[in-house]
């Protein structure tokens, strides 16, 4: 996932493997890095609308859920498939001092004992996410293999079987650069990063822009069925699209007795797109223009010592195939579910605090 914080997000997850508790376990190593330069040196806040904790070690546990879907429709514009990732639910533990944190989480088993039925989606998941003073950002590379489709759309299975395609994979290349016109009173870091006090509602604007490259592939056949029978659809084996333009929205705190809060934003982007399907017989392309989203929600409860948040955060792209009349849609999304503690220190950690500060500088 540069003098203002950065949340830097590394996530490697395995496929798991439910015969075995060891290969039951699906590891994911997130590693988050608040990468400050001086260039970005942190802004006053106003102390009346959000509290930093400077001098604090903040110790987390969480569990988090990630989600990508996507549809696509047939050579005739009439029908489409829609297929959706199967990943694991995770719990995890972390730890943030001043600008650096690192998250360690865990597909445990006994969460993910009907994981299996709908079968497995690996995934290789990088993000960086970036709060400092007056910016939000994000900087995402995401690639899931294994779908399945829905069940409504693949009457030609008998009983509770299952449409599995560990063959198809989704990558997600890209980001995204909003400024908080009101950056100094209104703060994400409450809810998605646990290290601060919010205190009282706010609001801003937000503007800027966004860029993504997304493609979806099969490595063996089509990744169109016919519905009724389940046999291929000739032809579609690749469709990527490269998505670019600018956006604006509204973040929104609410804070009821200076504790409890509930966080919302969204922002809609103009984009030019530029898709391509690839088939057996050549390639088809087509230049548009479509929206996006890009949205974050949180509640919790946030305090001197505690932090409780639950937290949805997410992009919606829109591409169309270049036979289609609809557009397709394409979601990817992560729930996470977080307690923390801030434990106060009577004094910095020893030569830590100090190599952070020069490195990433103070943040605050």
């Known amino acids: 996932m540069t003098a203002r914080k950065i949340r830097h997000r590394f996530s490697i997850q395995k496929p798991a493997d439910f015969n075995s508790m060891k290969r039951k376990s699906t590891l994911i190593f997130i590693l988050v890095l608040f990468i400050c330069s001086r260039s970005f040196a942190q802004?006053?806040?106003?102390?009346?609308?959000?509290?930093?904790?400077?001098?604090?070690?903040?110790?987390?546990?969480?569990?988090?859920?990630?989600?990508?879907?996507?549809?696509?429709?047939?050579?005739?514009?009439?029908?489409?498939?829609?297929?959706?990732?199967?990943?694991?639910?995770?719990?995890?533990?972390?730890?943030?001092?001043?600008?650096?944190?690192?998250?360690?989480?865990?597909?445990?088993?006994?969460?993910?004992?009907k994981t299996e039925e709908k079968g497995k989606t690996s995934t290789i998941d990088f993000q960086l996410h970036f709060f400092p003073s007056k910016w939000t950002s994000d900087v995402l590379f995401l690639r899931y293999k294994g779908f399945y489709a829905n069940r409504e759309l693949q009457p030609h299975i008998a009983g509770n079987n299952i449409y599995y395609r560990p063959d198809i994979s989704l990558n997600l290349l890209g980001g995204s650069l909003y400024r908080i016109q009101n950056g100094s009173r209104f703060s994400y870091r409450t809810a998605f990063y646990q290290n601060e006090w919010l205190r009282k509602s706010s609001g801003s604007f937000l503007y800027g822009g966004a860029a993504y490259y997304q493609g979806i592939s099969s490595d063996d056949s089509s990744l169109l069925i016919q519905k009724t029978t389940g046999a291929a659809l000739p032809g579609l084996n690749n469709f990527h699209f490269i998505t670019i333009g600018p956006g604006a929205g509204y973040?929104?705190?609410?804070?009821?007795?200076?504790?409890?809060?509930?966080?919302?934003?969204?922002?809609?982007?103009?984009?030019?797109?530029?898709?391509?399907?690839?088939?057996?017989?050549?390639?088809?392309?087509?230049?548009?223009?479509?929206?996006?989203?890009?949205?974050?929600?949180?509640?919790?409860?946030?305090?001197?010592?505690?932090?409780?948040?639950?937290?949805?955060?997410?992009?919606?792209?829109?591409?169309?195939?270049?036979?289609?009349?609809?557009?397709?849609?394409?979601?990817?999304?992560?729930?996470?579910f977080t307690v923390a503690r801030h434990i106060m220190l009577k004094k910095p950690i020893p030569v830590v605090g100090n190599v952070i500060e020069k490195i990433f500088g103070k943040g605050y």
Not at 53 to 70: C, I
């Open 43 to 113: 802004a006053m806040h106003d102390s009346l609308y959000y509290t930093t904790f400077p001098n604090a070690l903040t110790v987390r546990l969480y569990s988090l859920k990630d989600f990508a879907n996507f549809s696509l429709a047939s050579s005739n514009g009439n029908s489409k498939m829609q297929y959706r990732s199967n990943t694991t639910v995770n719990l995890g533990a972390g730890l943030t001092y001043k600008n650096v944190s690192g998250n360690l989480s865990f597909g445990f088993g006994f969460l993910n004992n």
């Open 251 to 336: 973040a929104q705190s609410l804070v009821f007795k200076h504790h409890f809060y509930i966080i919302g934003s969204a922002i809609i982007n103009a984009n030019v797109v530029f898709a391509t399907n690839e088939t057996t017989t050549g390639k088809d392309r087509r230049t548009g223009i479509e929206p996006s989203l890009n949205f974050k929600t949180a509640a919790g409860y946030a305090g001197n010592r505690w932090n409780v948040s639950l937290s949805w955060a997410g992009n919606v792209l829109i591409a169309k195939q270049p036979f289609a009349e609809k557009a397709n849609v394409f979601p990817t999304s992560e729930v996470r």
